[in-house]
């Protein structure tokens, strides 16, 4: 079977004393050979367990990369034969298995997933030296760049990191430890990314202990986690310890490398701005990614995500959210994309019968007749935020946002209120018996569709609740032991009635 490895002494063409320009002639044997076997098993393995990602299917729908129109293609057996090929014909293989990976990632933009890139970039730094020393400053900046996002995220340094914690079968409590769990693996990421530029010989053992550290994480404590990702940690830590150990012998840092290494640094700030991908900026699990929630014309309404068959999540780009609302909602859907990044704004669209119309925030809260009333995405960060403050939020079903919040008397503070404007769908605010005074009424006013407020039992007076006559949806107002007089609550409500007439000043 590997007849066709050419056999040298060095483990060395020609070439490479030449300057390294051509790939290494790989012998059965040679550390080379098994470092290239255990990539081409880690690729055949993600490919094997996400299988139908490859394969033709209408659901969800191929999202291509540009407008090629339908495609049907099945790509499975033809990567799965370019890696018997790398093993039998490495320089020939890898090129090809490449093309093939980028061809399917332009007709469907779930297969950019960026294990199965770089564990191809990890098979050629073991044939090419030239990719070995890309290899290497590639993983300075997955590394550096993955901790910084991190660090950088108010989602990640909230709930995400808690919400991973708390999937983890584990005896951490993640209320008392998720902040010391986020903070301590965005430092250690751009530590080692740090190392991998500055000591190469350290990160080595680094790069395995992280690695296998996220292999045995994901094995053993992370229930109904990404399995795709686990061969890609393993390929990680062991040709990620070689790169950084060949990197280590290398006397002197060239200025090919030191424009890679600013091209690769640089890069994904783009993120940032839009202008580049989550895949090719390494945003991994930071959650500050955008993300997509279509109101239905009939309900269940429906949070845009990946994962099910294809063992991946979904691709969230803006330009891929917005192309699978236009695949697949109907005239008069609507579609908002909150976007956590500060200086990319939310979007909202409706569906026409010419495709997505951009609208603002308000023309999308609106609904009529055959178009539906948009229902924003409820913030995640006000969500935890809430939730830490020990509020009771109520949904009518699984994919619907919150409508009615409860807060506990004993636990209310006014800067609660605050994260209210992230719940543009609440209906009901319960405040009875807290400490709610006349001006944290005023906070409310951010709900445009807020019917009914508990004010039993507080302190609020009949000026607290004048500052809720500029919510037109308002049709009740709960006032037993307080100072508020019904004529007061009437005429707020009335004033509130007046606004939602059709002919109404506003």
């Known amino acids: 079977m590997f007849a066709r490895w050419k056999q040298s002494p060095a483990g060395m063409s020609k070439g490479d004393h030449n300057g390294g ?12 050979f098994f470092l290239l076997l255990l990539g081409v098993v880690a690729q055949a393995v993600t490919i094997w367990i996400t299988w139908p990602l490859w394969e033709v299917r209408s659901s969800p729908p191929n999202l291509p990369l540009f407008n090629v129109g339908d495609f049907p293609m099945s790509f499975t057996l033809t990567l799965m034969a370019s890696l018997v090929l790398i093993v039998w014909f490495p320089r020939v293989g890898i090129w090809f298995h490449l093309m093939v990976l980028l061809f399917a990632a332009v007709l469907d933009q779930f297969r950019m997933v960026p294990q199965v890139l770089i564990t191809w970039l990890l098979m050629a730094a073991v044939i090419y030296d030239w990719a070995t020393m890309i290899g290497r400053w590639y993983l300075v900046s997955v590394w550096f760049w993955a901790g910084l996002h991190k660090l950088l995220s108010p989602d990640w340094l909230g ?3 808690f919400e991973l914690l708390s999937e983890c079968a584990t005896v951490l409590d993640a209320g008392d430890y998720y902040l010391l769990f986020a903070w301590g693996v965005g430092l250690c990421e751009m530590l080692l990314g740090l190392a991998a530029w500055l000591r190469p010989r350290w990160a080595a053992y680094g790069c395995l202990g992280v690695h296998l550290g996220i292999t045995l994480f994901l094995g053993l404590f992370f229930l109904g986690g990404n399995d795709s990702v686990i ?19 290398q006397s002197k840092v060239t200025r090919g490398e030191r424009i890679c290494l600013l091209i690769f640094l640089i890069l994904p700030c783009g993120f940032y701005v839009g202008w580049v991908g989550r895949t090719f900026s390494h945003v991994l699990y930071s959650g500050n990614i955008p993300q997509g929630y279509i109101t239905r014309l009939q309900p269940p309404n429906e949070r845009i995500r990946g ?6 999540p979904f691709p969230n780009e803006r330009g891929a959210i917005k192309q699978y609302f236009a695949k697949t909602a109907s005239p008069g859907e609507k579609l908002h994309i909150r ?26 809260s609106l609904g009529s007749e055959g178009v539906s009333e948009g229902m924003p995405l409820d913030d995640n960060r006000a969500l935890f935020a809430l939730s830490e ?3 009771e939020m109520r949904k009518k079903d699984a994919e619907s946002m919150v409508f009615a919040i409860v807060f506990p008397p004993e636990k209310f503070k006014s800067e609660h209120l605050d994260w209210l404007s992230g719940l543009q769908n609440l209906e009901q605010v319960q405040l009875a018996g807290t400490a709610v005074t006349n001006e944290d009424i005023k906070k409310l006013g951010v709900l445009p569709k807020l019917l009914g407020v508990g004010l039993d039992n507080t302190n609020v007076t009949n000026a607290g609740i004048e500052h809720l006559k500029g919510i037109k949806t308002l049709r009740l107002i709960n006032f037993r032991d307080t100072s508020i007089t019904q004529d007061a609550v009437d005429r707020v409500i009335r004033a509130a009635t007046d606004l939602s007439l059709p002919n109404a000043p506003h």
């Open 389 to 391: 403050a020990g509020a």
């Open 231 to 249: 061969p890609w940690n393993i390929a990680m830590a062991v040709i990620g310890f070689w790169i950084l150990r060949q990197s280590a012998n």
């Open 21 to 32: 320009s051509q790939a290494n002639f790989l012998a059965w044997g040679q550390p080379r």
């Open 339 to 364: 976007d956590p990044r500060p200086w990319l704004a939310d979007q909202y669209w409706l569906m026409t019968g010419n495709g997505p119309v951009g609208l603002n925030e308000t023309e999308f």
């Open 307 to 312: 994962w099910g068959d294809l063992e991946v």
């Open 159 to 161: 709930f995400q990191s």
